[in-house]
């Protein structure tokens, strides 16, 4: 098994950044893959960056292109996505997950095995 953590989440104002948390514990040996997921009210989750942990690239939705990166304490188990020009449409609860198997689809949630509690960000206009 595999506990997440997730921190960091808050109200911010357009414009502004945050750096949200996602803290690992138990095999963490035996995971993959990382991603991050944010869920808005009424909206289905969605993808916003994952990579693999052997050091592979971090790939982004087009909505947060340019504007987040991940990164990430291998030695403290914690990942990290920082998030910059914020913007109301960024509002969600946002979501770390791991996996233990990798088919090659980062963006799909059914390649996560073990999810984060989520952390609500909210951004004021």
């Known amino acids: 098994q595999v506990q997440l953590v997730n921190s960091g989440g808050g109200v911010v104002q357009a414009g502004g950044s945050l750096r949200l948390s996602c803290r690992a514990s138990?095999?963490?040996?035996?995971?993959?893959?990382m991603a991050w997921f944010r869920q808005a009210p009424g909206k289905e989750r969605e993808f916003v960056a994952g990579f693999k942990l052997d050091g592979g690239k971090a790939y982004y939705a087009d909505s947060v292109k340019g504007r987040s990166a991940v990164s990430g304490d291998s030695a403290e188990n914690t990942w990290y996505l920082q998030m910059n020009s914020l913007k109301p449409e960024d509002t969600a609860v946002y979501y770390c997950a791991t996996g233990i198997n990798y088919s090659g689809r980062l963006s799909d949630t059914r390649e996560y095995e073990y999810w984060g509690q989520g952390t609500q960000v909210t951004v004021s206009s």
């Open positions: 138990g095999r963490t040996f035996a995971t993959y893959t």
